[in-house]
């Protein structure tokens, strides 16, 4: 199992071409000074996903530990960082692989797997990159599973043919498990075509929850849009009447001063000059206030308007 994933066997190039996978190079596996060994792989990857990109550079970095022992146990971490996708600077993932022999001609495959962050997204962001990290780590472990069991299959029946078989050329599959290995053949084919179907019925689905999600999204801007328009609008409608406000308290102002100039008597003596201007600046302040008490007259019936029409509105899009 560790040549068939960690070497470069037929069966992973193979699995590689199968996914598209291309432009593989790797370093040979180095010890470190800490006893484990590495190795890092670079590659493009194509990616079955029309939010993202057609294809991706990938870094991954692999860790043999040095607790494996070889033939018993190994336990391998690979780090692998997309270049070219959405928020690639946010997150990466973790591999680890542990195989474990089980018996003379068997061993168990576990693999674990977690989305790490760099630096912490928005929720909304990482919400999106968790899920169709996760969509696409399942749908390529999910195929690993499945040409591996293929592996042992035609590795047992080649054995059992007296070793005519070898290695020979496969039909492709998907998610396969050891008990379909065990049904007759024709049942065996018929199912094969299930799960085809069923396969691309998710393919379907997934691209069609795609398609929810964009129109959502095109949706909820368009509402967006729509509701800034109208708080410019009402804005710029307030703006007018404060300015309304100002000029009329002006030209009061302006109109109350000529008054009190042109009655103003020129043999008053000055304490009723005095007198007679607080008198006037008494009636300047009360004008004023009347015009204010207008203009708040004049904003409460159109507030009132525009709230009689948003339940019009409102009782229209319920009858609806
Ligand atoms: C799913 C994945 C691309 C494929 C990566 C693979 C399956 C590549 C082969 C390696 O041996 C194992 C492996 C590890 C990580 C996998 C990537 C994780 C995220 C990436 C998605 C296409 C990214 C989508 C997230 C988005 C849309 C936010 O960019």
């Known amino acids: 199992m560790f040549e068939l994933l960690f070497t470069d066997s037929y069966f992973f190039r193979r699995f590689m071409d199968v996914r598209k996978i291309t432009g593989c190079t790797s370093t040979s596996w180095q010890r470190e000074?800490?006893?484990?060994?590495?190795?890092?792989?670079?590659?493009?990857?194509?990616?079955?996903?029309?939010?993202?990109g057609k294809f991706s550079t990938a870094t991954e970095n692999q860790t043999l530990y040095k607790e494996s022992r070889e033939g018993h146990y190994y336990i391998v971490d690979a780090e692998v960082y997309t270049h070219?996708?959405?928020?690639?600077?946010?997150?990466?993932?973790?591999?680890?692989?542990?195989?474990?022999?089980?018996?003379?001609?068997?061993?168990?495959?576990?693999?674990?797997?977690?989305?790490?962050?760099?630096?912490?997204?928005?929720?909304?962001?990482?919400?999106f990159i968790t899920k169709n990290?996760?969509?696409?780590?399942?749908?390529?472990?999910?195929?690993?599973?499945?040409?591996?069991?293929?592996?042992?299959?035609?590795?047992?029946?080649?054995?059992?043919?007296?070793?005519?078989?070898?290695?020979?050329?496969?039909?492709?599959?998907?998610?396969?498990?050891?008990?379909?290995?065990?049904?007759?053949?024709?049942q065996y084919s018929a199912d094969l075509e299930q799960r085809r179907d069923?396969?691309?019925g998710a393919v379907n689905i997934k691209s069609a929850q795609s398609w929810n999600i964009t129109s959502i999204i095109a949706?909820?801007?368009?509402?967006?849009l729509i509701l800034t328009v109208l708080n410019l609008g009402?804005?710029?409608?307030?703006?007018?009447?404060?300015?309304?406000?100002?000029?009329?308290?002006?030209?009061?102002?302006?109109?109350?001063?000529?008054?009190?100039?042109?009655?103003?008597?020129?043999?008053?003596?000055?304490?009723?000059?005095?007198?007679?201007?607080?008198?006037?600046?008494?009636?300047l302040l009360r004008a004023v206030l009347q015009d204010s008490i207008n203009l708040l007259e004049q904003l409460r019936s159109s507030l009132l308007e525009l709230q009689r029409s948003f339940l019009g509105r409102n009782k229209t899009s319920s009858h609806l």
């Open 33 to 52: 000074t800490s006893g484990s060994m590495k190795r890092s792989r670079n590659y493009t990857i194509t990616i079955n996903n029309p939010l993202v």
């Open 84 to 127: 070219d996708v959405p928020y690639h600077d946010y997150f990466y993932t973790v591999n680890r692989y542990c195989i474990i022999r089980t018996s003379k001609h068997k061993c168990r495959l576990r693999i674990y797997t977690d989305v790490k962050y760099n630096k912490q997204p928005w929720g909304f962001v990482k919400s």
């Open 133 to 186: 990290s996760w969509s696409g780590l399942e749908d390529y472990f999910r195929h690993l599973e499945a040409e591996l069991l293929e592996e042992e299959v035609e590795l047992t029946q080649g054995s059992g043919d007296g070793g005519k078989g070898g290695l020979r050329r496969r039909r492709r599959t998907f998610s396969r498990t050891l008990q379909d290995h065990a049904r007759p053949s024709r």
């Open 198 to 200: 069923s396969t691309m």
């Open 219 to 224: 949706g909820m801007s368009l509402i967006l």
């Open 234 to 283: 009402l804005f710029f409608k307030l703006w007018a009447m404060e300015d309304v406000a100002h000029r009329m308290y002006l030209s009061t102002k302006q109109r109350m001063r000529e008054r009190a100039e042109a009655s103003l008597a020129p043999d008053l003596g000055p304490r009723q000059s005095v007198l007679h201007q607080s008198h006037d600046e008494a009636r």
